[in-house]
């Protein structure tokens, strides 16, 4: 069964930065978009980032543009998100999930494997 | 950005009753809008693509239509593992939003 483990979560102080991890050995990682979404707490969910599957195409959510680093290693299935100059409002639960391919089109933005999460809280 | 709505807020219901949920754009999105279902603690998990396509392994219950700007999600007969929240999210336009959630809980 295809599952997504994310990692790297926890407290941080503002200003501070974590990197967070995600792996999935079970489908070949190389030939999807992924992306990062985070759901801060009771409230609904944001779009974050996206990674093409070369790593060639990167885009980010305005909230987080200059902040953020998304990349991945495709020989070790692993994406990553690298966040810097955390603030108050990043506090959330953050998923990795994959943007599925429907036939040769893999740039679709929807998402159809998701993680279980991981939770950045970030306060002094 | 495009801003979807989501109505109702909550929908309470019973096991058994049809459930029709509601997600509008503020513009035209084509037929790009997917549902997703996310209970207590969990992933959200997606039901439906471009509009009308159920995903793998997703229950024949769930159906999704519209297109443009008004979008409907419908439960033929809830069952009681279908008590969640339920996102609408667009690719339609850059960059990829979300509804806010329609809560279907137990009547």
């Known amino acids: 069964q295809v599952q997504l483990v994310e990692s790297g979560g926890g407290l941080v102080k503002p200003g501070g930065s974590l990197r967070l991890s995600c792996t999935d050995s079970r489908f070949t990682f190389s030939d999807y978009y992924m992306s990062w979404i985070r759901q801060a707490p009771g409230k609904g969910l944001e779009w974050v980032s996206y990674i093409s599957g070369n790593g060639r195409t990167i885009d980010y959510a305005d909230s987080v543009k200059g902040r953020f680093t998304i990349s991945r290693d495709n020989a070790k299935n692993s994406l990553y998100l690298q966040m810097n100059s955390l603030r108050a409002e990043d506090t959330a639960v953050y998923y990795c999930a994959r943007n599925p391919c429907i036939g040769d089109e893999c740039y679709n933005f929807f998402f159809d494997l998701w993680g279980r999460g991981t939770l950045v809280t970030v306060s002094s | 950005e495009i801003v979807l709505t989501q109505s109702p807020a909550t929908l309470s219901l019973s096991p058994g009753e049809r459930a029709t949920l509601s997600c509008r754009a503020s513009?035209?999105?084509?037929?790009?809008l997917a549902w997703y279902q996310q209970k207590p603690g969990q992933a959200p998990r997606l039901l439906i693509y471009d509009a009308s396509n159920r995903a793998t392994g997703i229950p024949a219950r769930f159906s999704g239509g519209g297109s443009g700007t008004d979008f409907t999600l419908t439960i033929s007969g809830l069952d009681p593992e279908d008590f969640a929240v339920y996102y609408c999210?667009?690719?339609?336009?850059?960059?990829?939003?979300f509804g806010p959630g329609t809560k279907v809980d137990i009547k």
């Open positions: 513009q035209s999105v084509n037929n790009y």
């Open positions: 999210q667009q690719r339609g336009n850059w960059p990829p939003t």
